[in-house]
């Protein structure tokens, strides 16, 4: 009921900010791609050929069943960490993001290291490797976080005495789940895997490292287009045909997120008592190992120097053996990621938070499009967007192509999305009844928001800026077009230790690898004790 | 409030960042700072690029974008409103590519001279070599304790089933040398039928050189179970430096008869308003102090000669007398149809 919804005055002029940013640093940039080599023959080519419809319809296949794949891991694990607290909730929480932030190098590696020739997997599992069943575990591997993570917030807000009355007329555990919370959820759960959907459908490193050379996604072909073939036109074309895919997908997404009830919002989890304590362990047991398996042997392999156990990568990184000029130090390169992660999480929350707040409010038609708006770059190909700066950004005032701030605003443009997916739900469930009271009670517009939305919401824009950042430390495809190689991220340095061979290389990798999972473990803990901290308070 | 609290944090952040983003620009004072756009690969040391702008007085900014292949071409869709005024890295296999796209400015450099004549493939002087490679399968030593296969046909043969590791030429840029070296070897009419024999002998095909070397070669650092590896000639000296304590041996040797060439080229990039200063940096390119600082940098090999290489590449790298080569204006004209061809192959 939209007369529930006071509009806020000024609003038109505050969707300015995501639109004008949108707009110079998406729309502008691809639409240059997209002009320069678009032709309608073009187009018709691409949706002609045999080769190229294989891999559309390989893009949306692997996207639409590594989402499946993704909810069916991250569910349990999302129920038990949104019902339960218990000692070490805040650890588990990190080791369940930190795969989403590594680079693709490194889980290819590591998962070769489980599932090749010579890992302890290698034989039950070594006919994944490489192939689509490596592609889709790897898909699951990184998204996991992603539902765990929205879906669990969601849940925190379900108030469990539901369940509870479910269970006492007789409905099992997961009969009361499915019927009861899973329906509350679904709002953030489509949010969640409509990320997902779009992560996957422009998978580029997992497919090219993992795949294996019959397997190629719109992405893949893309860059292959443009790095070798200098065909910008069918480059284009493609282009075309994925922005029309995602912003189908999107719409139907769109439709499918139902109303949402107004929950009380305030964290529902407690100690585990009895056989609760089986049940935690039955579900988070498998998922942590399957989660931590490969950071554990990247941390391992990070210290094992041959013969024996050292620190000799560590100190490798730090020196510089052949006095390049390229030489970074690791913690300038740690400086590189949190300050432009720092940045990106800003401008995230600025442009998502905007965003999410018109689009809560908002009639329905409004806030589908500003969604669509900003989601639609997460399914964009890096390389069409790295592109497009290159090729739109180059007259002054705006010849940015060798600024270093293209690098944090291109990871706000794909963090914004989660920004919008995670508050906009925490918005809607806010209880109409707490800004009709603010506002009897002789609160202004703009005096409800501040004083209702914005306190009920922060918890919800904490989870957001978690994502921001990890998503910033852990961009790669992006980042290797637009970072000026005396200022590499993490993920780049790492991906250049890997281009030459040498044990000390693949070594130096695994240590700085270990280094951006420390990075992201602790901001990550860091959010969590702060989000645990801030509960009390309302 | 704690909200107001991680806002201004962030703020700071952001003020912090904007502070120390800025303070590399500009160069000091009135000299001019080029910009050299090249691939992610590109490293040269601190030292000598400081005695290149000591002497001249002209500081030196490297923008990399990608890998050799993006690079090039995004500095031909960029033609217009160039990157910057030296473009290092256009190989051999993409040099017709660059000179149709007429990227580059003229410039014979006096050194040339001094460059080996096989390695000026540009005879009105658009392009001047600076860099050469070979690409070659490397063998893993510890399975070939008798002595490695020597030819391609040999690697067609039973013995050598399931032993080797190539990189897709649609997405690699050793995978294309390699494919091109059959070519230069069987011939127009002859590369496809031994490219089918590999294909019985079950050989295993990577998107890059990274899933090749690292995945699936048992050598060196490779962690995989296949003995044979498209890679460099120069890779066997790499196992030796990068690694903590030094071998005496290279754990990798070089099927020589295998290499096929790589030359690296640099241009001066049409449109750029410091012509004069760009002509020397290229000239500085061929020094002696630059292309004996190479080896070591980017593991490739100098085009001038008489330059000293570093004992470890004395010692470990593959002489190759005669690398196998193709014309570049051939490679240009037939470069797509052969991959598609290769694709039809080896995975139809």
């Not at chain 2, 399975?143 to 030429?169: H, S």
């Amino acid at each position: 009921m939209d007369r529930d919804r006071p509009r806020l005055s000024g609003s038109g002029l505050l969707a300015t900010v995501p639109l004008a940013f949108v707009g110079l640093f998406f729309v502008w940039p691809v639409a240059t791609v997209i002009a320069e080599g678009l032709t309608g023959a073009g187009v018709l080519e691409v949706l002609g050929d045999r080769r190229l419809q294989r891999v559309a319809w390989f893009t949306l296949w692997q996207a639409a069943v590594s989402t499946v794949l993704t909810i069916a891991v991250a569910l349990p694990g999302a129920w038990a960490l949104a019902r339960f607290r218990f000692r070490g909730r805040a650890v588990v929480w990190a080791l369940i993001t930190v795969p989403f932030v590594l680079p693709t190098v490194v889980v290819a590696s590591a998962f070769v290291a489980v599932l090749g020739p010579r890992g302890p997997l290698g034989g039950p599992l070594g006919g994944l490797l490489p192939g689509v069943g490596a592609i889709l575990a790897a898909h699951v591997y990184f998204n996991v976080a992603v539902v765990a993570r929205t879906v669990a917030n969601a849940l925190g807000q379900v108030d469990p005495q539901l369940e509870e009355a479910a269970r006492s007329l007789g409905a099992s555990r997961w009969t009361a789940f499915r019927e009861v919370s899973l329906p509350l959820v679904r709002p953030a759960l489509v949010a969640a895997a409509s990320i997902v959907f779009l992560f996957t459908f422009t998978s580029f490193g997992v497919v090219l490292l993992l795949g294996g050379p019959r397997r190629a996604t719109i992405d893949v072909e893309i860059w292959r287009q443009v790095a070798y073939f200098l065909d910008l036109r069918t480059a284009a074309a493609l282009a075309v045909v994925q922005l029309v895919a995602v912003v189908a997908c999107l719409v139907v997404a769109g439709r499918m997120q139902a109303r949402v009830v107004p929950r009380r919002a305030r964290d529902a989890a407690r100690r585990p008592v009895g056989a609760e304590r089986a049940v935690l362990a039955a579900i988070l047991g498998p998922t942590l190992a399957f989660l931590v398996t490969p950071l554990a042997v990247v941390a391992y392999r990070s210290v094992d120097v041959g013969g024996g156990l050292g620190l000799t990568f560590y100190r490798a990184l730090g020196t510089s053996r052949r006095g390049s000029s390229l030489f970074v130090p690791p913690e300038a390169a740690i400086r590189n990621s949190v300050t432009y992660a720092a940045i990106a999480t800003a401008i995230a929350l600025l442009v998502g938070g905007i965003t999410a707040g018109l689009a809560a409010y908002r009639d329905r038609r409004t806030s589908r499009l500003l969604d669509l708006l900003v989601m639609v770059p997460l399914g964009t190909s890096a390389v069409t967007l790295g592109l497009g700066f290159l090729l739109a950004l180059d007259e002054p005032p705006l010849d940015l192509r060798t600024w270093w701030g293209l690098v944090p605003i291109a990871h706000a443009l794909i963090a914004a999305p989660f920004v919008v997916r995670i508050v906009v739900p925490a918005l809607r469930s806010i209880d109409p009844r707490l800004r009709e009271a603010a506002a009897v009670l002789g609160a202004s517009p703009v005096r409800v928001r501040l004083a209702v939305d914005v306190p009920l919401a922060s918890r919800a824009v904490l989870v957001a800026a978690g994502f921001a950042f990890a998503i910033s430390l852990g961009e790669f495809g992006a980042t290797l077009f637009l970072a000026r190689p005396d200022n590499p991220t993490m993920p780049i340095a790492i991906f250049r230790f890997l281009g030459q061979p040498g044990p000390l290389n693949l070594g130096q990798a695994m240590a700085m690898s270990t280094l951006l999972m420390l990075v992201t473990a602790t901001v990550i803990a860091g959010i969590e004790r702060f989000r645990a901290g801030s509960v009390g308070a309302f | 409030m704690k909200v107001k609290r991680w806002l201004a944090g962030a703020l700071a952040l952001l003020l912090v960042a904007a502070g120390c983003g800025d303070d590399d620009d500009g160069g000091d004072g009135d000299g001019v700072t080029l910009r050299l756009v090249t691939h992610d690969s590109f490293a040269v040391s601190d030292e000598v690029l400081e005695a290149f702008t000591a002497e001249s007085g002209i500081a030196v900014e490297i923008v990399a974008s990608g890998d050799a292949g993006a690079a090039l071409n995004l500095s031909i869709l960029n033609r217009e409103n160039p990157l910057g005024d030296v473009f290092f890295g256009v190989d051999n296999t993409f040099l017709t590519r660059a000179l149709d796209a007429d990227l580059f400015v003229r410039h014979r450099s006096p050194a040339i001279d001094d460059v080996d004549p096989r390695f000026v493939l540009d005879d009105e002087h658009r392009v001047t070599p600076i860099d050469h490679g070979e690409v070659c399968v490397n063998f893993d030593r510890s399975t070939y304790p008798d002595g490695p296969p020597a030819t391609f046909e040999d690697l067609a043969d039973p013995t050598e089933r399931g032993r080797l590791v190539v990189q897709n030429p649609a997405t690699s840029s050793p995978g294309l040398a390699f494919l091109l070296g059959t070519i230069a070897h069987f011939g127009e009419d002859g590369w496809q039928d031994w490219w089918r024999a590999l294909v019985a002998n079950d050989v295993l095909v990577a998107t890059g050189w990274e899933e090749a070397y690292y995945q699936h070669f048992s050598g060196g650092s490779g962690e995989g179970d296949r003995p044979l590896v498209v890679s460099y000639a120069t890779s066997p000296p790499a196992e030796v430096i990068f690694a903590e304590p030094q071998p005496d041996d290279a754990p990798t040797g070089v099927l020589v008869d295998t290499c096929v060439e790589q030359i690296e080229f640099a241009g001066i990039l049409q449109g750029t308003e410091h012509e004069d200063e760009a002509r020397q940096l290229i000239d500085f390119m061929l020094s002696p102090v630059f292309q004996a600082d190479m080896p070591m940098q980017m593991f490739v090999l100098p085009v001038v000669e008489g330059i000293d290489l570093p004992e470890e590449f004395v010692a470990h790298a593959a002489v190759v007398p005669e690398p196998l080569r193709l014309d570049p204006a051939d490679i240009d004209v037939n470069r797509d149809r052969w991959i598609d061809e290769w694709t039809e192959i080896v995975l139809g």
